[in-house]
């Protein structure tokens, strides 16, 4: 009798799962399916990024080779395939702030401003974008566009470069002829900075009466 009524509870439970995988078949399928792309994504999405970074590896060598050579067609030919088929890597960042150094020695301010620029708005690195921000405003006090450096600088930069920024912005406000300013950045730049950087920026403070 006890065994009788076993093996109707045991019935009763299997109806029961039965009736519960019937009505929730379909959705634990399309869990288990979901779950199985998003495993299968995640290995596609860094197989993708591992062959991206070879890649772009292998074309910044072919830029590096170029740079060397100073072969200008073959800089941009490399340079260009980087930033566009390469963005999102790091090596396309250092191939536009080679080449804009590449432009700037050549006498060729605008190429090298749209390197850096490209850096700049570009990069994933924010270290990367804080030395294009750099470079870009130096370039713009060179050609004495003064308020668009200004602007430039505005931004906080990493500490790194916390040192180089004021100093530059002293540069330009000296430019401007806005001593007292200038030398209120150039005193900034005094705390920030260390060894032979701290000593050009002394003088340029002693210039203006300390």
Do not use: C
């Not at 869990?31 to 290995?43: D, F, L, M, Q, R």
């Not at 490209?118 to 308020?147: G, I, P, T």
């Not at 906080?156 to 806005?178: C, S």
């Amino acid at each position: 009798m006890a065994m009788q009524k076993l093996d109707l509870e045991e019935q009763e439970k299997l109806d029961a799962l039965k009736a519960w995988w019937k009505d929730n078949a379909r959705l634990i399928v399309l869990v288990v399916v979901a779950a199985a792309i998003a495993v299968a994504g995640t290995n596609g999405w860094r197989w993708y990024q591992r062959q991206q970074a070879l890649e772009a590896s292998a074309l910044y060598d072919a830029f590096s080779k170029a740079l060397r050579a100073a072969d200008a067609k073959a800089i941009r030919d490399a340079g260009g395939a980087l930033t566009e088929r390469y963005a999102g890597t790091l090596y396309a960042s250092m191939a536009a702030l080679a080449a804009a150094h590449f432009h700037f020695e050549r006498g060729e301010p605008k190429s090298a401003k749209a390197q850096l620029q490209w850096v700049l708005e570009r990069s994933s690195s924010e270290d990367f974008r804080n030395l294009a921000r750099l470079r870009l405003a130096a370039l713009l006090l060179d050609e004495r566009a003064f308020d668009e450096a200004l602007a430039l600088l505005e931004e906080k930069p990493l500490d790194t470069y916390a040192a180089q920024v004021a100093a530059l912005r002293g540069d330009l406000l000296v430019a401007k002829d806005r001593p007292a300013e200038a030398r209120t950045a150039y005193q900034l730049a005094l705390e920030k900075a260390s060894g032979a950087f701290r000593e050009s920026v002394q003088m340029r403070l002693d210039a203006l009466g300390g």
